[in-house]
T-cell receptor, first 110, second 113 residues
Framework: GENVEQHPSTLSVQEGDSAVIKCTYS??????FPWYKQELGKRPQLIIDIRSNVGEKKDQRIAVTLNKTAKHFSLHITETQPEDSAVYFCAATLDQKVTFGTGTKLQVIP | NAGVTQTPKFRILKIGQSMTLQCTQD?????MYWYRQDPGMGLKLIYYSVGAGITDKGEVPNGYNVSRSTTEDFPLRLELAAPSQTSVYFC????????????FGEGSWLTVV
């Protein structure tokens, strides 16, 4: 089955700096890669996603890149703000099978 | 649209008791899932369903049962509750035509004492 590895497990950045979270996947057939943000005590919520036929996607301060050959994808957050502090999960999807990474706890220090 | 609705939000169970976590979605999604999330940890898939009448085991199915009699409802049954089942449970749904984006319910906090 699919295996998704996510790094780092924790990340601290100064407000205004950039944050990068990386994921690798094992099944080359996976074709959809969402990223979820989970604030403390809340449900995970989709923040951005990318399909296998696209290399990069941006939405304001967040962007995701996908390298199908290397089977890795990354989340980039620029100009971080304290409200970006949360746990971020990547996922790799094929049909109904969704495999999540283990999560990255991002702390933005004011 | 209410999205994915779970009940109860909080519950304390005694060891050996049984209970059902209810989940319903009004988005006409084919796929539904149950995940558990232990404190500070990631999401582990318990069971999933690709449509009414079809269910399958996920990564951690032991101690749980599910049924899917309708498209909307996907209850999770805990039999003989154990302290190891203390966790937050998330029901979720998705539709393959939307890239299989998963929509989560608000979660059910379960403590077994």
């Amino acid at each position: 089955g699919e295996n998704v590895e996510q790094h780092p497990s924790t990340l601290s950045v100064q407000e205004g700096d950039s944050a990068v979270i990386k994921c690798t996947y094992s099944d080359s057939a996976s074709n959809y890669f969402p990223w979820y943000k989970q604030e403390l005590g809340k449900r995970p919520q989709l923040i951005i996603d990318i399909r296998s036929n696209v290399g990069e996607k941006k939405d304001q301060r967040i962007a995701v890149t996908l390298n199908k050959t290397a089977k890795h994808f990354s989340l980039h957050i620029t100009e971080t703000q304290p409200e970006d502090s949360a746990v971020y999960f990547c996922a790799a999807t094929l049909d109904q099978k969704v495999t999540f990474g283990t999560g990255t706890k991002l702390q933005v220090i004011p | 649209n209410a999205g994915v609705t779970q009940t109860p939000k909080f519950r304390i169970l005694k060891i050996g008791q049984s209970m059902t976590l209810q989940c319903t979605q009004d988005m006409n999604h084919n796929y539904m899932y149950w995940y558990r999330q232990d404190p500070g940890m990631g999401l582990k898939l318990i069971y999933y369903s690709v449509g009414a009448g079809i269910t399958d085991k996920g990564e951690v199915p032991n101690g749980y049962n599910v049924s899917r009699s309708t498209t909307e409802d996907f209850p999770l049954r805990l039999e003989l509750a154990a302290p190891s089942q203390t966790s937050v449970y998330f029901c979720a749904s998705s539709y393959p035509g939307q890239g299989n984006t998963i929509y989560f319910g608000e979660g059910s906090w379960l403590t077994v004492v």
